[in-house]
């Protein structure tokens, strides 16, 4: 039986060439780089072009590029970061009620220390309202946080909007944007997004986890996250992960090169898989009237429990998740299904699908069988 993986939203297959090059860095060009010797500086220079590829992606500067270990420490530092660097103006911030728990956690946690923070609504098709985050703009508000795509539903949210609107309204506000699941999937400019941090992560794209980045935007100084030896200019101490930080280059690279083939690839796979499901009845894709990155398809089932048609999937060979597969808290129903203020009976019935460009249409053609078979078989018991 040849699996079929259908969950690339928690995490993606490491491409072969961007192993290569992870091993390169551990077992041949293992120098630190801020040793003074040739080796080192080979390091130093492969760190070097890495940040080029990273920064040319999101249209940035290699110097406003600082590499993390993915994109849970890039949102803390964001979020305590930018809270400090804009701590005599205010403690509130505003966080969309979509984000990932390594937003919402962060916010909750700096609680204790002061701030405040209050979750921005979104319609059932989990879309944020210009106007409505506007009108929760505080005379104290300093930073905004929204992600670009959610990860259990795929919604893309209309950043540049979003940032006219905070802007209208109170000035200097700092806008963070968690661009994990967009990350080499749509194009991205931060000068376009209007973004003041951004960051992502490596695994989402085919490079290796425990690998990711922040953007910050020049003239932006935020205080030190790690302190030590002064790696990263400062920001983020700690020996490079050079094997980490050159495959999350390479993953830019060819991201940025491949990216109309690998989306038109996508799209294919999704058409084809929805396609497969016609003939089924009782479903509905999950913020289907916003505007969603086709990797992603959340699928609520009438008459099933998801964990139950997962594990029967599983069996079968077709890998895929119930709502947010990072979430520790499982049991909990997903709190972005809830923001869409979606009856309790369809969240507990609702699937994620998420496609790479590895995925075939003959795995899409077989999956939406399983599906199809599955759900009837479900029905059937109950
Ligand atoms: N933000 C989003 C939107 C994510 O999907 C994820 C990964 N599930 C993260 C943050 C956390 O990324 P990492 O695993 O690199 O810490």
């Known amino acids: 039986m040849q699996e ?5 939203a928690a995490t993606t297959q490491v491409l072969p060439e961007i192993a290569d090059i992870a091993v390169r860095m551990m077992c041949e060009d293992y120098g630190n780089p801020s040793a003074m010797y040739g080796r080192g500086l080979q390091a130093e220079r492969a760190v070097k072009e890495a940040r080029e590829q990273v920064a040319a992606l999101i249209g940035a500067q290699p110097q406003d590029i600082i590499f993390t270990s993915g994109a ?10 930018g809270m400090k660097a804009r701590a005599r103006r205010g403690k509130h911030m505003v966080v969309s009620a979509l984000e990932h728990q390594s937003v919402i956690q962060t916010v909750r946690a700096m609680l204790e220390l002061g701030y405040d923070f209050d979750l921005v609504p979104v319609d059932t098709n989990g879309r944020l309202n210009p106007t409505v985050l506007q009108n929760m703009m505080r005379s104290d508000t300093i930073m905004a946080s929204i992600m670009l795509v959610n990860n259990e539903v795929g919604t893309i949210q209309q950043i540049p909007e979003l940032r006219r609107a905070i802007d209208a309204k109170r000035s200097q506000v700092l806008l963070h944007v968690d661009a994990s699941q967009a990350l080499g999937k749509m194009p991205i400019d931060v000068g376009e997004l209007g973004v ?120 079968k060979g077709l890998l895929v998740a119930a709502g947010a597969a990072c979430s520790s808290r499982k049991d909990t129903l997903s709190h ?19 496609f790479s460009h590895l995925n075939t249409v003959d795995e899409a053609e077989r999956a939406s069988q399983l599906v199809c078979q599955a759900v009837q078989d479900l029905r059937g018991i109950i």
């Open 4 to 8: 079929i993986y259908f969950d690339n």
């Open 72 to 81: 849970t420490e890039a949102n803390n530092m964001a979020l305590r970061g």
């Open 196 to 315: 003041d941090l951004l960051t992502a992560s490596g695994h989402k794209l085919h490079a290796p986890k425990g690998v990711g980045f922040i953007y910050v935007r020049p003239g932006l100084r935020i205080p030190p996250f790690i302190n030590g030896g002064g790696q990263e200019a400062g920001w983020r101490s700690g020996t490079e992960n050079t094997p980490g930080i050159c495959a999350l280059g390479l993953a830019a690279k060819l991201a940025r090169e491949q990216m109309g083939t690998r989306l038109e690839q996508v799209k294919q796979v999704r058409a084809v898989f929805l396609q497969g499901l016609k003939d089924l009845s009782g479903w509905r894709v999950n913020g289907e009237g916003a505007d969603l990155l086709p990797h992603i398809l959340s699928v609520a089932f009438d008459g099933v429990k998801s964990e139950v048609l997962l594990h029967m999937l599983e069996e």
């Open 336 to 354: 972005v299904l809830r923001a869409m203020r979606m009856r309790r009976n369809l969240i507990e019935g609702t699937v994620r699908f998420s």
